[in-house]
Each structure stands twice: as C-alpha cells, then as structure tokens.
Nanobody, 119 residues
Framework: VQLQASGGGLVQPGGSLRLSCAAS????????MDWYRQAPGNQRELVAT???????NFADSVKGRFTISRDNAKNTVYLQMNSLKPEDTAIYYC??????????????WGQGTQVTVSS
C-alpha cells in the first residue's frame, strides 16, 4: 500500500498548479485525505482536508485560492492551487487514512512533491 504524489514544479506568482496523489495496493476503502506542506525551517502544516463524504476544510492561508477534491474510483486526491504566492513554496505531502484488504487501518504518507513559486 502506498501513496504517490505528483504535479509539483516551478510556477510564477499568480500562476496555478494541480497536485495529484494516488493510492495503490490492497486497499479496501479510503477515509479522510489531506494535503500538508513544509517550507524550509518550518514545521509541516495542514493545508486542506477532504473526508470520505466530500466535506472539505482549508487552512486560512489558502482559503479562496486552493481547492481539494477526490476521485474515489481512482483512489486519488487532488489539490488545485490558484493565485499562487511565493509563500506557498514548500514540499507538499499527501496523507490518507487507508483501510486495507487485510483488515488494518492506518495513516499513510506520500513522498512529497516540490512546489516553487518564483519569478
């Protein structure tokens, strides 16, 4: 069971990026899925959350600019980031609460994808 994040890159201020995170392996179902980020010298912070029923929540710093969505058929969560600012620069990590086919349930983390906002 693993999570694979993708979609990071270099973008100019005001630009957009879409991150994806796909879960694979012996998955029975997926609970809450989250995106976190960690900038150099800072602690990892929660950016956005989406529950299995689609309820979302966002950090104040990204409200109105970021949206989170999920495709349960693809076991994938997305983070659409618009109006990006230099302070959004960080490594972005996905996390998901996975129920495995063999009966366990745990949080799993993706490997992180770098987002750099710079002119």
């Amino acid at each position: 069971v693993q999570l694979q994040a993708s979609g990071g890159g270099l973008v100019q201020p005001g630009g957009s990026l879409r991150l994806s995170c796909a879960a694979s392996g012996s998955i029975f179902s997926i609970g809450t899925m989250d995106w976190y980020r960690q900038a150099p010298g800072n602690q990892r912070e929660l950016v956005a959350t989406i529950t299995s029923s689609g309820v979302t929540n966002f950090a104040d710093s990204v409200k109105g600019r970021f949206t989170i969505s999920r495709d349960n058929a693809k076991n994938t969560v997305y983070l659409q980031m618009n109006s990006l600012k230099p302070e959004d620069t960080a490594i972005y990590y996905c996390k998901a609460y996975l129920f495995t086919s063999w009966g366990s349930a745990n949080d799993y983390w993706g490997q992180g994808t770098q987002v750099t906002v710079s002119s």
